[in-house]
């Protein structure tokens, strides 16, 4: 209903309004923000708040026709409708329920939904008919008024579900407890074994009931409840021996053949095969979505909970199964001598298993079909009975075997169920009665059922007009005059006990003479032609004379709900609905207790001559017994409407709606509703929904409602005319304004939606806020505390470091003070000391001479000295001038004397060695010292040089003939003769070569022939080249020019190249008086022809052992690799 523009505004009126729970009147935000939501007092008080709703809310369509504008049949139509297409198939007119059959099983009855409804107020929630249910039994309960319960409308129109739906919510409402639980049951399992017995299936539906019934329910003062009576009206008991065609007869013999066990059948002398019995209609004994033999089993715990004893059970159905068989029970005709008809049983097998089943005498049973015994003033008379009458007692019996049947069952039930306290009750009755009927052809049942339903629509409408004229008197409010159609006039048709047409028709039945359908028609013309509502085509009434359409035997009434025509035929009968006596006294003769019962005028004893009631009258009696009993209650009503003739869901048949909605004068009664006002609701709920519309009234009124109410109106500006003000509700002309009402709350309630957003989000923030806040607080506290914290220990370890500097400096200063005092103190001793040892001396100086403390110093150094070197004399070294003892020094003030001792000393036996040496052995030393000159700590193979002897000449050149030629050439002193390897230079291989060092020359010469390769003269050889290392390699450097240099420098290599070189170097030194130059490098160039060569020396590999090697790398490069 309420279309927000918005999801947001949808969702905070959702979640302000209905969701939450909270009521409009409690949203004063701003005093709820001061006082109310903070505190926890206030939030229990909110949630004590409930949700008040209205049918105005969420309506589809119109919730309360009297609210329809306008107010038209199609209208009216168009709303049911759409409600019927939205599964809402309630709708009120004022407080009557509408009900549409939905002809599917809604969600609509749950235990929530009864929950949902319960002790609420009927407008409040949308229409339902737990509403009304629950409204019935709370005013029952709690104002002490008896209600009834009127459920009309035609066949499958969902009287009965309707009827069920009350009395189950009421037995969920009402109190708990196991005996309240037993009645509750039992009231409950009445329905079933009712059903069972008394509906069937029709063509309008397959559960239809055959009779009518009321239940009243009877309620302690708590309302709990005590028991119940039910009363019957009428069952339609032809459909025992014949049903149209596609009907069936009534459910419990379909039951019994389905569901009853093989032995139980048997018991009953029964076979499982429909076809085998005539009564029962073949061509739909099967329903779908019916199961027969499951509902036998809940009939048969249904009549166990009722409280049926097993013989009892047993007794019922022995009696359907009597009834069933007696339809097979066939005649055929048998002239007799005095030319009377008679019939004759065709198969006495089915009499024979019937009188076994009831107990009752074949024979008599047997007479009572082919004799009928007429007794007058003591006289009885016998005829025989031809097969049509034979038959007619036949069915006639078994019709008043069935139907009296039901009417025990009722009265036992009655008796199971009836109150056990005499205490005053409270009671509700609940009418389920077959409504108005036109079919084609309508006999006396159609009648009568039509009767019923215009008595039900007068006191309709004399109770909905008088409580209306009550309200209005109640309220105060001037009664204003309804116009509307009042059916008594009908009423008195039927029923007036001289003109009514049943008192005619009682009439005829109690004429003497030939009496037919006719004569009572014809009756009924004379008397009834007048009245506007009879027609006939036999009529006095000379308007009628043209209906053409109204066929001889028939007259037509017209009823409230529309005209119909009934067929004269048969209506003396079945009024006088006649079983002959004959076949009473047999049935009573019967040894079976149930049926006995059943038929007490049977009773010879008891014979009455009068004639029993007839059905009319019977009917009308007990129609108006229940016209007064209904009166005394306050009347609620369901009108049932059937939307389709199909039984199907979904389906809303408009012209078949429309005819229901005039029959049952529905429209009229939304009229008769609104005739003066169209809405009436009490001070507070209206108040309580609009209050919103006006400042005075929002949030809160605090004086009665009526006056909030009238503030209100004005404020809004509604006219006068618009609205009245009764005792305690106001009433509201026409539906117009009420819609007006309806929108402005709607307007204001998205505004207050989103005002309550507004201030939840506030409230929301500043809550946040002030939480916020509150940690700042508390954070900034803590912080400070923390900062303060370290503040402190800062100070205080400053204050331990100041303190214990302060301490430490006057510490140090009482210290220094101290010490200055000890030092004082000592000074002053010594200088006493001193000052004693002054004044000693100064008085013993003159025992003393003046030098004797040199003298004694000198002594006793000199013999110190004495004793040093007379210790030395012992302890003195050998001669060996390489001997490298010396005895300590004795004392540390001779250190440099006894250096100087050890060197003297060596110095003294080098030269004593020395003298030694004869002049060969001291040339052999001067060359060794030359030679250690030269090479010591510059070449590596000197060291090994010192130990071997200079021996000069290794060849024996004179004494060995070998070298005669060479001893020959060489004139002069040999100082070397030795073998050396002279490096070629093309490939630094070695080839041996004597050389020779004499006087003047070098001379080298082939080792083998000795003879001289080469002959050079001292003063050319200018320089000598060898390495650094251990290898005995040398080059002989030639002066440039020379005659000998024309080959190039030597490359040699010798064993004793120490020797050689110190001997060459001597020997040229005393030729030439010139130094020769000898270089050691491991690097250096020697003249090779014409080539410069560089000879490198490198640290080769160990292959060759100790040998060095030569290679020559490039032109320029000669390689030495020395191991
Ligand atoms: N409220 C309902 N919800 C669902 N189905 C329903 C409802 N009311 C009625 N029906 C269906 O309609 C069928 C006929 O209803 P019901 O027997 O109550 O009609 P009735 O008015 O009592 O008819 P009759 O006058 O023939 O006894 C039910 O058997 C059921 O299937
Ligand atoms: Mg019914």
Redesign the pocket.
């Known amino acids: 209903m309420f279309g927000f523009h918005t999801k947001t505004s949808q969702f905070l009126f959702s979640l302000s309004f209905w969701r939450i729970k909270v009521r409009v009147k409690e949203m004063n935000w701003t005093t709820a923000e001061r006082a109310g939501l903070r505190r926890g007092r206030d939030q229990d008080k909110m949630a004590k708040m409930e949700v008040k709703t209205s049918l105005l809310d969420d309506m589809i369509g119109v919730g309360d026709m009297v609210l329809l504008e306008p107010l038209d049949e199609d209208s009216f139509i168009n709303n049911l409708k759409k409600r019927f297409d939205h599964n809402e ?1 309630y709708t009120y007119i004022g407080s009557v329920v509408i ?1 549409i ?6 969600p609509i009855y749950t235990p929530e939904k009864v929950e949902e409804y319960r002790n609420r107020n009927f407008y409040e929630l949308s229409p339902h008919i737990f509403a009304l249910s629950d409204e019935a039994y709370r005013s029952l309960r709690d104002q002490d008024k008896d209600q009834c319960i009127l459920i009309t ?10 009827s069920k ?1 009350v009395m189950s919510y009421v037995a969920a409402v009402c109190g708990k407890g196991a005996e309240v639980n037993q009645v509750k049951e039992q009231l409950l399992q009445s329905n079933p074994v009712l059903e069972a017995f008394g509906n069937a299936k ?1 063509m ?6 055959r009779f009518g019934k009321y239940m009243d329910i009877e309620f302690d003062f708590k309302g709990d409840p005590l028991g119940g009576v039910i009363s019957n009206y009428l069952l339609e008991k032809s459909r025992v021996v014949k049903q149209p065609r596609g009907e069936r007869n009534f459910h419990i013999f379909y039951q019994i053949l389905s569901g009853a066990s093989e032995e139980f059948l048997c018991k009953l002398k029964l076979e499982r095969d429909f076809s085998r019995y005539n009564y029962l209609g073949l061509d739909s004994a099967r329903v779908n979505g019916v199961d027969d033999a499951a509902n036998f089993r809940t009939v048969r715990n249904a009549m166990q909970i009722v409280g049926f004893m097993d013989h009892e059970t047993q007794s019922v159905f022995e009696v359907v199964a009597a009834v069933l068989k007696l339809g097979n029970i066939e005649f055929k005709p048998e002239s007799r001598a005095n030319g009377l008809d008679e019939s004759k049983i065709k198969d006495k097998n089915e009499l024979k298993e019937i009188c076994e089943l009831t107990g009752i005498d074949q024979s008599v049973l047997e007479r009572a079909f082919s004799f009928r015994t007429v007794e007058a003033k003591q006289e009885k008379v016998s005829t025989t009975l031809n097969v049509a009458q034979a038959y007619y007692a036949r069915d006639a019996l078994a019709k008043n075997l069935y139907s009296r049947l039901f009417s025990w069952l009722v009265t036992r039930i009655n008796e199971s169920i009836k109150a056990q306290t005499k205490v005053r009750k409270k009671v509700m009755g609940v009418l ?1 009665i ?2 108005f009927e036109i079919f084609e052809d309508n006999s006396f049942e159609q009648f009568i059922i039509n009767y019923c339903n215009e008595k039900l629509q007068q006191i309709f409408i004399e109770l909905t007009l008088k409580e209306e004229q009550e309200e209005y008197i109640r309220e105060g409010i001037e009664w204003t005059h309804i116009e509307y159609f009042n059916n008594a006039i009908i009423c008195d048709l039927i029923e007036n006990n001289q003109t009514g047409i049943l008192a005619m028709l009682d009439e005829e039945c109690l004429r003497p003479g030939t009496v037919t359908d006719d004569t009572f028609l014809e009756k009924l013309n004379q008397v009834c032609a007048t009245h506007q509502h009879f027609e006939s085509r036999m009529s006095k009434c000379s308007r009628f004379l043209n209906d053409t359409s109204l066929p001889h035997s028939c007259f037509r009434i017209q009823h409230y709900a529309g005209k119909v025509m009934y067929q004269v035929e048969g209506f003396v009968d079945k009024n006088n609905d006649l079983l002959y006596r004959d076949l009473s006294q047999a049935m009573w003769k019967a040894n079976h207790s149930l049926i006995k019962a059943l038929f007490p005028e049977g009773n010879p004893a008891k014979i009455n001559l009068k004639r029993p009631p007839t059905a009319g009258s019977q009917f009308k009696a007990s129609v108006a017994t229940l016209m007064k009993n209904l009166q005394t209650k306050n009347p609620n009503y369901i009108r ?1 409407i059937k939307p389709n003739d199909k039984k199907a869901a979904h389906i809303f048949n408009e012209a078949l709606v429309c005819h229901q909605i005039r029959y049952l004068g529905l429209l009229e009664n939304v009229r008769v509703r609104r005739a003066g006002y169209a809405f009436r609701q009490p001070y507070e709920p209206c108040l309580e929904r609009y209050k919103m519309l006006c400042k005075q009234t929002w949030p809160h009124w605090r004086g009665p409602a009526r006056a909030g109410v009238e503030v209100l109106f004005n404020e809004l500006g509604i006219p006068e005319e618009e609205f009245s003000f009764g005792r305690s509700k106001i009433f509201i002309r026409n539906p117009r304004t009420l819609f007006k009402l309806e929108d402005l709350r709607k307007q204001r309630l998205e505004d207050l939606a989103t005002l309550i957003g507004k201030i939840y989000r506030g409230w929301k923030c500043r809550t946040h806020f002030l939480l916020m806040k509150k940690c700042q607080v508390v954070i900034a506290s803590w912080y400070r505390r923390y900062s303060q914290q370290k503040k402190y220990q800062k100070i205080k370890s400053s204050t331990i470091t100041v303190q214990s500097y302060i301490r430490g400096w006057k510490a140090r200063k009482q210290l220094r003070e101290l010490k200055h005092l000890k030092r004082c103190n000592e000074a002053a001793t010594v200088i006493a000391a001193y000052w004693h040892g002054t004044q000693v001396r100064r008085e013993y100086r003159k025992f003393f001479r003046a030098n004797a403390g040199r003298k004694i110093y000198e002594f006793t150094l000199q013999r110190i000295m004495q004793k040093y070197f007379l210790e030395m004399k012992n302890k003195m070294p050998s001669l060996s001038p390489i001997d490298k003892n010396w005895p300590a020094r004795p004392y540390l003030f001779l250190e440099s004397t006894h250096k100087e001792l050890k060197r003297i000393f060596h110095l003294w036996r080098c030269k004593k060695y020395r003298d030694q040496f004869t002049d060969q052995q001291k040339l052999i030393y001067e060359e060794k010292l030359e030679a250690s000159e030269l090479f010591k700590d510059k070449k590596a193979l000197y060291p090994a040089s010192v130990g071997q002897p200079f021996q000069g000449a290794y060849l024996e050149i004179s004494e060995n003939p070998k070298y005669k030629k060479l001893k020959d050439a060489v004139d002069e002193k040999i100082i070397i003769a030795e073998v050396v390897n002279k490096i070629n230079r093309a490939n630094g291989k070695a080839a041996s070569r004597i050389f020779l060092l004499t006087k003047n020359n070098v001379l080298l010469a082939d080792q083998k022939s000795g003879t001289i390769k080469s002959e050079v003269p001292l003063g050319d050889v200018t320089k000598v080249s060898m390495s650094s290392q251990n290898d005995g390699f040398f080059a002989v450097h030639l002066k440039e020019g020379s005659e000998a240099a024309s080959k190039g420098d030597f490359l040699l290599s010798s064993d004793h190249l120490i020797e050689m070189a110190t001997k060459l170097y001597r020997t040229t030194l005393s030729q030439t008086k010139q130094k020769l130059n000898i270089e050691i490098s491991d690097e250096f160039l020697v003249q090779f022809k014409q080539d410069k060569v560089c000879v490198k020396f490198i640290q080769g590999s160990q292959k060759n052992g100790n040998i060095p090697t030569c290679k020559r790398k490039n032109n320029r490069l000669l390689e030495v690799a020395v191991p």
């Open positions: 198939v009900s059959n939905p002809y599917r099983s809604l409308g035609e066949s499958g129109a969902g009287k009965t579900e309707a739906l029709t309008r539906n397959d559960n239809s009931s389920d077959y409504g049932c």
